[in-house]
């Protein structure tokens, strides 16, 4: 069985090696997956991420969501935590943690803000519901504080290439997400 860091390494090589045209096309796909998504009529606050090495990119859901009056928000690492604070255009966004584009601290999330649906990026999403990141845990620990995992819907994002099946690579801090969008399918059904 392989590793989190050799799935990690993998999947980064593989990711990295899109070109732009490619990530471009297979992100317009699993933004027009989200788009359909009964979640998004359920929802009024959205957690998004902003892309980095040729992550899927969420601007053309971004832009429906804000088209649609939803609450927009978006992560900002702070040392070792991480938490949500609104946007309302994307060029709100600036270079931070990690060159990440991040919003200022204006209006953070909390789950008295209502439900939310968190889209969440990732290298690689197991069949179990599991997704191995860059290894830091910063959505594993948002998603663990108080409340959060009872108020927040998380659906992992990524190519239809990082969604593997048969492997089972989850730790015991790892929390499961409750489903995942690829560009050629959804999967939501963990039981």
């Not at 392989?2 to 980064?12: C, G, N």
């Not at 990295?16 to 045209?21: A, I, K, P, Y």
């Not at 998004?40 to 959205?46: Q, V």
């Not at 429906?64 to 609104?86: Q, S, W």
Request: with cysteine; hydrophobic share 30%; proline share 3%.
């Amino acid at each position: 069985m392989e590793t989190k860091s050799e799935i990690r390494k993998a999947m980064k090589q593989k990711r990295g090696s899109l070109t732009r045209s490619q990530c471009e096309s297979k992100s317009h796909d699993i933004c027009k997956r989200l788009k359909k998504l009964p979640l998004n009529e359920r929802y009024k606050n959205i957690l998004l991420y902003s892309p980095i090495r040729n992550e899927a990119d969420t601007t053309e859901y971004f832009k429906y969501l804000a088209d649609h009056g939803k609450n927009i928000y978006f992560p900002k690492v702070c040392g070792e935590t991480m938490e949500f604070y609104r946007v309302g255009s994307l060029d709100e966004l600036t270079t931070g943690a990690f060159n990440i584009a991040e919003p200022d601290i204006t209006q953070r999330y909390d789950p008295d803000c209502g439900r939310a649906l968190m889209i969440v990026p990732g290298l690689a999403f197991s069949d179990a519901g599991y997704r191995v990141g860059y290894g830091k845990g910063f959505y594993d620990r948002y998603l663990s504080q108080e409340r959060m995992r009872e108020n927040i819907k998380a659906i992992g994002i990524g190519y239809d290439f990082q969604f593997v099946t048969g492997i089972s690579f989850e730790d015991a801090y790892d929390v499961a997400l409750d489903g995942v969008v690829t560009d050629k399918r959804e999967v939501f059904d963990y039981d």
